[in-house]
């Protein structure tokens, strides 16, 4: 059945935000049935919607996909995001992994208890400006040009711009090292298809507070 | 430079033991440069060959390649182990994402505490015969072709072997409930590659032996980096 792919998760980020970006990055309508209680989990589950039990999970293309790097491989893939060839792929798939990594630290952050979040907030500062943002902003040096990989943008652009938007709302001044990081993200954020998603009103979805925390954890037995 | 892949790892299995799987299922033969010590690793890190300071690191057609997904997924690229469309690549990928995350979990009982243990490997058990393998069960009972995707050999195949035989090392009876994935197994076994990477003496590792989990955790500062 054609029409515009359907997001299947809770509302707010977590693992389905890459994928919304990435959409809204291609210009890809979507729409979302949010997933609000354990009964809407369960009935998911029970009516086989989800092939390993599991959100987030993609209506596309006659498809219901699940496993987040599957259903991202496969937008990038389909709206010409994933570069040119096997190299450029690869490029973009380390990349890619790279912000992965640390989104996902970020993401965690918020169901740590109490005492170990200050610990955490300070290994994610550390990793993003002594690991991962270093390796972006060199790669932007020495080619120069506007995008990460094969003078085009793909996968990788917008993914670094989430990883790096993230990590602001963790220390705003983040990128104060990274001059071609500070350049890049202006850049990426004017893109017509990105800017309408960074304005309020989107489907992009805001940081968990405590109260979504809890529900989260209820829905998923955590 | 041309040449062979060349693998820069632990002598383990770990997060490598999965591109050495899928090397050796494409017939590509490859070296390997372990880190038997932590300064082995942080000399590598030193000398400015891990892009994210991480192995696995994989030297493969002028490369360094980091990131076992995106290791995986060139690979599977080069030697035509990634279906033949998109919504091929996109069945494979959601299959092989699966089998990662019960690897995933297989990984790290051998790090569990000895109170938790028990528990942990019936979690094992539990996620491997009702989450995952009836699927898999189920795709190859309904399209009664030989492999997962495609009616054509694929990274999916040779992954879910591998899982499938590290499963069989927390209970070897697991696959009791699953005839199709039974002979699905002895198949892809017998691939001539796939046979030859099964015998002793081919670089396929051992699971972690106990003793050298102090060893594994001083390598790489696990719970501390």
């Not at chain 1, 359907?6 to 809204?24: C, D, F, P, Q, V």
């Not at chain 1, 999970?57 to 096997?86: H, W």
Request: glycine share 6%; charged share 25%.
């Amino acid at each position: 059945m054609a029409g515009k792919p359907k997001l299947h998760y809770t509302k707010g980020r977590g693992k389905m935000e890459s994928i919304r970006w990435l959409l809204a990055a291609a210009g890809v309508e979507f729409e979302e049935q949010f997933v609000e209680t354990k009964e809407d989990l369960e009935k998911l589950r029970k009516d086989g919607h989800l092939l390993f039990q599991q959100v987030p999970m993609v209506e596309i293309d006659g498809m219901k996909m699940v496993q987040t790097r599957a259903i991202l491989s496969y937008i990038a893939g389909k709206y010409n995001l994933y570069g040119k060839d096997l190299k450029d792929r690869a490029l973009i798939d380390m990349y890619v992994e790279g912000t992965t990594d640390l989104m996902g630290m970020i993401m965690y952050l918020a169901f740590q208890p109490p005492d170990a979040k200050e610990k955490n907030l300070a290994l994610i500062i550390e990793r993003a400006t002594t690991r991962y943002f270093p390796v972006y902003e060199k790669v932007l040096k020495d080619h120069g040009q506007e995008f990460l990989v094969g003078n085009h943008v793909s996968w990788a652009d917008v993914h670094l711009l989430e990883a790096i938007l993230m990590a602001e709302e963790c220390k705003p001044d983040i990128l104060s090292p990274f001059p071609q990081l500070k350049a890049f993200k202006g850049r990426i954020s004017n893109i017509p298809t990105i800017k309408k998603f960074l304005q309020p009103g989107s489907q992009r979805k805001p940081p968990a507070d405590d109260k979504f925390i809890a529900e989260v954890k209820k829905i998923f037995n955590i | 430079m041309s040449g062979k892949p060349k693998l820069y790892y632990f002598d383990g299995r770990g997060r490598m033991e999965t591109i050495r799987w899928l090397l050796a299922a494409a017939g590509v033969e490859f070296e390997e440069q372990f880190c038997e010590t932590r300064e082995d690793l942080l000399k590598l890190r030193q000398d400015g060959h891990l892009l994210f300071q991480q192995v696995p690191m994989v030297e493969i057609d002028g490369m360094k390649m980091v990131q076992t997904r995106a290791i995986l997924n060139y690979i599977a690229g080069k030697y035509n182990l990634y279906g033949k469309n998109l919504k091929e690549r996109a069945l494979i990928d959601m299959y092989v994402e699966a089998t990662s995350d019960l690897n995933e979990i297989i990984m790290h009982h051998p790090l569990q505490p000895p109170e938790n243990k028990a528990k942990h490997l019936a979690s094992i058990i539990e996620k491997a015969t009702m989450r995952y393998f009836p699927v898999y069960e189920k795709a190859l009972k309904d399209h009664g072709q030989d492999f997962l995707v495609g009616n054509q050999f694929s990274r999916a195949d040779v992954q879910l072997l591998e899982t499938i035989l590290m499963a069989e090392e927390c209970k070897p009876d697991i696959l009791s409930k699953f005839p199709v994935l039974q002979v699905f197994k002895a198949r892809i076994s017998n691939i001539p590659t796939i046979k030859k990477f099964l015998q002793p003496g081919s670089q396929r590792k051992l699971p972690l032996d106990a003793a050298l989990i102090p060893k594994v955790i001083s390598i790489f500062n696990i719970g501390n980096e």
